[in-house]
């Protein structure tokens, strides 16, 4: 059951929580806008797609992305704020301990937690695809339509090769299926042309098929072959924020499906995936750190709180930036690049708490 200090404290921090990413993230959109008016304008972007695909999905994403940031001044200013009218000496007085303190805390921390893994699995990735097209279009195109020498696992005795393809034209040049028995080639399909024909349907154009049996070869021609393979052309183009735009069930069968192919630039998207399951836990590490820094009422009031919650709310971002790219470009796993930040600033949030005033 809910008593009334943790009602108080609860819609204190978020309301200050909300409060803040509104304030922020208003600033944020003005920014930006400043930045990019020349290219709407200049590529005639139609104002409802501005608000509606652009600036509607634009908020969400930075919102979350630094949520901890929110956090940290949310829990300091609010924990600043009840030292400073001392209120939390007359909480101490009356028997409450510190312990009993943090229990509103960690239910706000909880409620931040979950918001924070529904909006990065399930709400922001279709919104990031519509802002990145919007993109695309108006601002500055960053993805591929061609693909070259692309190789890949289908299955697991087939390799599907292809020397150029044009996803517009939904067609391509130069390819080849290999089906091998253990380590021996068993047969092979060369095609001049291919074409997708949706679905797992693809056509071969001008194929030539050479079927192995020791020592001999069957040699079998033809004009078109349809063939069914697991195999849809998204699975040749990895773009920058790709990852982004997969909800998690898509993200982890993406993920199992590449490297089943043996395909290895897929590090992106399992930090991606990692991500997803720390960044929540975030919210519960910095609320810690806050009360445990701010809960005691000092000389030179809330300031000195509010200053040391921002640098320590971007340095666990800092942090959580330098480990994905130590993981990205380095032989570091993607599940300890995302989880470092969270064991060090756990860490500091164990012993902060141990020392906080009692």
């Given at each position: ?7 108080y ?5 978020l ?18 806008i ?23 999905n ?34 101490f ?38 802002r990145?097209?919007?993109?695309e279009v ?6 591929k339509?061609?693909?070259i020498?692309i ?14 393809y ?33 679905e797992?349907?693809?056509?071969l ?7 192995f049996?020791?020592?001999?070869e069957?040699?079998?021609r033809?004009?078109t072959?349809?063939l069914?393979l ?26 199992e ?14 930090i ?12 519960f ?13 000092i000389?030179?009031?809330m300031?000195i ?8 709310s ?6 959580f ?7 990205v ?6 599940a300890?690049?995302?989880?470092l930040?969270n ?7 164990v012993v ?7």
């Open positions: 059951m809910l008593k009334k200090l943790d009602i404290i609860i819609r204190k921090f309301g200050t929580f909300f409060l803040s990413i509104v304030l922020i993230i208003s600033i944020a959109v003005v920014f930006d400043t930045e990019k008016i020349d290219d709407f304008m200049e590529n005639n972007a139609p104002l409802k797609a501005i608000i509606l695909d652009y600036y509607v634009f908020i969400p994403y930075y919102a979350n992305l630094f949520s901890p940031v929110f956090v940290f001044i949310s829990v300091i200013f609010v924990t600043s704020k009840l030292a400073d009218n001392s209120e939390i000496i007359a909480m007085s009356s028997g409450i301990s510190f312990h009993r303190l943090m229990r509103p805390y960690m239910i706000s921390a909880a409620i931040i937690a979950l918001l924070t893994f529904y909006l990065s699995s399930y709400v922001i990735p279709p919104a990031n695809k519509e990145i097209d919007f993109q108006y601002v500055k195109k960053k993805k339509d061609q693909a020498k190789r890949l696992w289908v299955t697991d005795t087939e390799v599907f090769s292809i020397d150029y044009d996803k517009r034209g939904q067609s391509g040049r130069r390819a080849s299926i290999d089906e091998f028995n253990g380590k021996t080639l068993k047969s092979r399909i060369i095609a001049h042309d291919v074409e997708w024909m949706g797992d349907n693809w056509r154009l001008d194929y030539t098929k050479r079927e049996d020791g020592l001999y069957h040699l079998t033809g004009d072959m349809n069914k697991n195999l849809i052309p998204d699975d040749f183009f990895v773009f920058a924020g790709m990852q982004e735009q997969m909800s998690t069930p898509e993200l982890k069968k993406y993920i499906r590449q490297k089943s192919r043996g395909i290895g630039n897929i590090k992106d998207f399992e991606e995936y990692s991500r997803r399951f720390s960044f929540p836990f975030a919210a590490i910095l609320t810690i750190i806050g009360v445990s820094l701010s809960s005691k009422k000389k030179g009031g300031g709180n509010l200053g040391i919650g921002i640098a320590l971007l340095l666990y971002i800092l942090f930036s330098i480990s994905s790219t130590f993981a470009n380095g032989n570091f796993s993607p300890m690049a995302v989880w930040p064991i060090i600033f756990g860490l500091i949030a902060l708490y141990v020392r906080a005033p009692k």
